[in-house]
């Protein structure tokens, strides 16, 4: 059994509790938390469990990590935070542990990461023989290694297109919906996630991942940006109200650009309410999905809808993310240490969980 820590409760957090709970390899070791008031709580109740599962969260960093786990998964954001996300994943590797996290966008193409980002890491393994594997949905397995799968299925290839349609009114990380991303704030509000370069930043990876998978030479990686306010004010569960004339619906494509064309295409479509910009991309029932579609011979369509925590389509995207990082622990932990990316690390069938609920 792998001793596996889960850093951080929050959307990503719940699922890796549960993740790790669930998984016949693993054992959760400790719960690492920021927030007093959950230290000291049991980690199936912060997990959404309806049980106790004997580990406690701490808040004592050092401390779990002197105790020398085989395992974090690093849950904890990197969104407004990377040079601290970066700190801590550092100090995981340089403890010996086998570290999972989809907080730090540059590292999803390691080969292609900025100094600033990969030489920590690199020194860290280098330092205690740890490793780290950074891996997500969207970015992540949305982006890699789906659409390099389907795309084997195909005789001709003329683009790989790879898109996130989803109702950010069920993605309950309000900084992130206003302020990253500008959902109910004026048109005139420039989102930082949406600045020249930030798509590239975020996605890029992703692209060039992909264009290494299949043999290709890009020229560049291009941006388009659409954004669209609310003709009405609406109301959401869990972030109020979002008046008319704010943003309501933003469309981006960060494109791969092979030969002078647009081939590899990741694009996002993203509304705080169904009824705005009703003639981009909508998913199969409104809520959200992942969608690959590769334009070839033959035309090949993928769409991923996947539901957790009460039929919430962001948790399911969360617990799909968890489950590609959680699945790699053991794999990792047998390999030589280092600093890993989608196609260096295989997606394994669920093995020894078929009809074995949580322990």
């Not at 990686?221 to 109020?240: A, D, H």
Request: charge should be negative.
């Amino acid at each position: 059994m792998i001793r596996t820590v889960v850093w951080g409760t929050g959307n990503v957090g719940r699922a890796a509790i549960r993740a790790v709970d669930a998984h016949p390899g693993l054992e959760l070791a400790a719960v690492l938390v920021s927030d007093p008031a959950k230290v000291g709580r049991d980690a199936g109740r912060l997990a959404g469990l309806d049980r106790d599962l004997g580990v406690v969260a701490d808040d004592d960093v050092g401390a779990v990590l002197d105790g020398r786990p085989g395992a974090v998964v690093y849950a904890a954001s990197g969104d407004t935070r990377p040079d601290g996300a970066l700190a801590d994943v550092s100090r995981a590797v340089a403890a010996g542990a086998v570290v999972v996290t989809p907080a730090l966008y540059p590292l999803y193409d390691q080969r292609n990461a900025p100094p600033e980002f990969r030489d920590p890491v690199l020194a860290a393994v280098a330092e205690g023989g740890g490793s780290l594997f950074v891996s997500g949905v969207d970015p992540g397995w949305g982006n890699d290694v789906l659409p390099l799968l389907v795309s084997g299925l195909a005789a001709t290839v003329d683009v790989i297109r790879c898109q996130e349609i989803f109702d950010y009114s069920t993605y309950e990380q309000e900084e992130s919906v206003r302020e990253l991303v500008g959902m109910g704030r004026p048109m005139e509000y420039e989102p930082p996630m949406l600045w020249p370069s930030v798509p590239t930043m975020i996605w890029g990876g992703q692209v060039r991942l992909m264009a290494r998978a299949l043999g290709a030479e890009l020229d560049e990686i291009r941006e388009t940006m659409e954004r669209r306010p609310l003709e009405t004010s609406v109301k959401t569960r869990t972030m109020g109200v979002f008046e008319a004339g704010t943003q309501g619906a933003i469309r981006f494509e960060v494109q791969g650009i092979v030969d002078g064309e647009p081939r590899i295409v990741i694009e996002h479509v993203t509304r705080i309410h169904p009824s705005c910009a009703p003639d981009w991309p909508v998913p199969p029932d409104g809520a959200g999905a992942h969608r690959v579609i590769v334009e070839g011979s033959p035309r090949i369509e993928v769409t991923v809808a996947a539901t957790d925590e009460g039929e919430n389509r962001s948790a399911g995207g969360n617990a799909t993310a968890v489950g590609r990082l959680v699945g790699a622990i053991d794999w990792l932990v047998a390999a030589e240490p280092g600093l890993y990316d989608a196609l260096d690390v295989p997606l394994r069938p669920a093995v020894g969980k078929l009809g074995r609920g949580p322990r």
